[in-house]
């Protein structure tokens, strides 16, 4: 029977933070061999006849970055747009439903796409052996054998055993541990909970209703009203906001009587913390994990990451250290897990930077602040071949374009003209204009802002054709 992965792309990782934020959470990061573990989930299932197209639901500000990922690694998919984040349980609903109406035969396997999972054909070959049960309508789940009493995972008990599989009927949920209670699960046959489900769409709904109507009736009317938004499918946003924010294992994995486990005993960590990423990451013979401009002088079992700041540290064992152009993080690995905690009182603060990186991405490109003081405002604008930037206003800046690489199409009020390397060319306050990359080549620009105010929310968009 055919295995649908449908890959739920909704979290922010706060717990990566800085590098992971919502303008860009981690499982869009590029983190081993210069893939995202989204796109790991992607190609892990990538030339198998036993696995389908895939079907991602994500929210609609990711859109573009996800569309781009899946074009650099040569995939395509199905992808549902949620308006706003529900938890879990609406975004299995989403995605049962779906495949339930376009592939109605067959298995939906339901992935996070924050996981790292190294040995692929494992994990393809344990989600082929859960699709037995599943064929028999049960509600699976891929059980992790665990390797040590961690105290970050959900645990799970097996059963009775489900005939002619390698499968268990599921007895019982617990919630994270302290490290004692682990140590004892471990001893009892506990197995981590991995949030990875496999079953027959039908079966799901089914049990959705009987369990958690609210959630079926949003997502269904959401998924009903849906629009097309390009290679989108647009959920309808007042609909789906008026689902409960439940995770699927409170409405339903707890509830029913069709849960089964599957028990997976090869590589897996869902990267939940700096720690988890250390754990996980090839170490040096310090046993430290390294990446970007950094020198170390006697540190040892420690994660340090820069992405162009030199970063030196001396003397440490066991911290992390991630400096980013805006920001820079020191902890220790044993409490990374209260980095959320910290971008928690970041955005009581009103910090930008708990949530928007130095670098922001859009659907032609990104830009980059440079500099920013009273009255004026400087950023980089990197624009793909092809991105075309909405036609808008500004009322309280105008702005100067340097261009330093590539050729730009220019729009200002009713005049176009093409700005070449080392050429420059004034917008005035209020002016109507556009930029575009007609070229094969990237473009790059300086942007010069000056005005009373240089806020994103300046922007009155006039056309665009992405949609925003």
Same mark, same amino acid.
């Given at each position: ?111 996070? !796409? *924050?996981?790292?999972?190294? $040995? @692929?054909?494992? &994990? %393809?070959? /344990? ?6 049960? +599943? ?94 938004? !390009? *290679?989108?499918?647009?959920? $309808? @946003?007042?609909? &789906? %906001?008026? /689902? ?6 409170? +409405? ?101 930077? @708990? ?114």
């Amino acid at each position: 029977m055919l295995i649908v992965p449908t890959i739920m792309c909704g979290g922010a990782g706060t717990r990566l933070w800085p590098a992971s934020r919502e303008s860009l959470p981690k499982h869009l990061l590029p983190m081993f061999d210069g893939l995202s573990t989204f796109q790991r989930t992607v190609t892990r299932f990538q030339g198998d006849p036993a696995f389908g197209r895939p079907v991602i639901v994500t929210g609609a500000e990711s859109r573009f970055l996800i569309g781009g990922q899946l074009a650099a690694i040569g995939a395509e998919a199905d992808i549902i747009l949620e308006p706003s984040r529900q938890d879990s349980a609406a975004a299995v609903a989403t995605g049962a439903l779906h495949l339930a109406r376009r592939y109605p035969e067959a298995l939906c396997l339901m992935l996070a !796409a *924050d996981h790292l999972i190294h $040995d @692929a054909a494992a &994990f %393809r070959a /344990a989600a082929i052996e859960a699709g037995r049960a +599943a064929a028999r309508g049960f509600i699976m789940t891929l059980g992790i054998r665990p390797t040590q009493p961690a105290t970050g995972y959900g645990y799970i008990a097996s059963g009775a055993a489900i005939p002619a599989t390698q499968s268990f009927l599921l007895n019982q949920f617990r919630e994270k541990p302290d490290a004692v209670t682990a140590a004892a699960y471990i001893q009892s046959g506990y197995l981590w909970n991995s949030g990875n489900f496999l079953f027959q769409p039908g079966v799901m709904l089914a049990e959705l209703a009987l369990h958690a109507p609210a959630v079926l009736a949003a997502a269904t009317g959401a998924y009903d009203k849906a629009a097309r938004d !390009a *290679d989108f499918i647009r959920l $309808d @946003a007042e609909t &789906f %906001r008026t /689902a409960p924010k439940i995770s699927i294992d409170f +409405a339903v994995m707890e509830k029913t009587g069709k849960a089964g486990v599957t028990p997976y005993a090869s590589d897996w960590s869902d990267i939940g913390t700096w720690d988890a990423l250390w754990q996980a990451s090839p170490q040096d013979a310090a046993a430290n994990v390294i990446a970007g401009d950094v020198t170390a002088i006697g540190v040892n079992r420690s994660l340090i990451q820069s992405d162009g700041t030199l970063t030196a540290v001396v003397g440490l064992d066991d911290v992390v250290v991630v400096a980013t152009k805006d920001a820079v993080l020191v902890t220790s690995r044993a409490r990374s897990a209260e980095v959320k905690d910290l971008v928690t009182q970041l955005r009581k603060d009103g910090r930008k930077e @708990a949530d928007e990186h130095n670098r922001m991405y859009r659907p032609w490109g990104w830009y980059q602040r440079i500099d920013i003081g009273p009255g004026f405002q400087v950023k980089r604008i990197h624009v793909v071949p092809g991105g075309k930037l909405s036609l808008q206003k500004h009322q309280f800046r105008a702005e100067h374009w340097v261009v330093v690489q590539g050729v730009a199409e220019v729009t200002v009020d009713k005049s176009v003209s093409l700005v070449r390397e080392n050429e420059s060319i004034h917008l005035p306050l209020g002016c109507v204009h556009r930029l575009v990359n007609t070229g094969a080549t990237p473009l790059e620009l300086i942007e010069v802002q000056i005005g009373s105010y240089t806020g994103e929310d300046d922007i009155i968009r006039i056309e665009d054709i992405y949609g925003r």
